[in-house]
Nanobody
Framework: QVQLVESGGGLVQPGGSLRLSCAAS????????MGWFRQAPGKQRELVAV???????NYADSVKGRFTVSRDNAKNTMYLQMNSLKPEDTAVYYC?????????WGQGTQVTVSS
């Protein structure tokens, strides 16, 4: 059974930082491209950051220079370090694991940026 479990969300003031984690089980983690997506109320889910099995990274323009995605294959865990947070970063953040025809999602973690 595949499980992706996100953690680390919460309420933070503008300019603050959070680190999200995504712990994976039931997959050979090192083979998967891992990604972070987010969905704000009334908006479509969008890609935030992705890291391939080889370690290549890509980011949405809106988070470049502020967010950093990383992975620890020994711990089957992906991270998202979020700095200089803005109110528009408020959303539910989802973890995704993809390889060929396989595509899995976590349950999401809420990030709220507000003073």
């Amino acid at each position: 059974q595949v499980q992706l479990v996100e953690s680390g969300g919460g309420l933070v003031q503008p300019g603050g930082s959070l680190r999200l984690s995504c712990a994976a089980s039931g997959i050979i983690f090192e083979f998967y491209t891992m990604g972070w997506f987010r969905q704000a109320p009334g908006k479509q889910r969008e890609l935030v950051a992705v890291i391939t099995s080889g370690g290549s990274r890509n980011y949405a323009d809106s988070v470049k220079g502020r967010f950093t995605v990383s992975r620890d294959n020994a711990k089957n865990t992906m991270y998202l370090q979020m700095n200089s947070l803005k109110p528009e970063d408020t959303a539910v953040y989802y973890c995704n694991a993809a390889r060929r025809e396989r595509n899995y999602w976590g349950q999401g973690t809420q990030v709220t940026v507000s003073s």
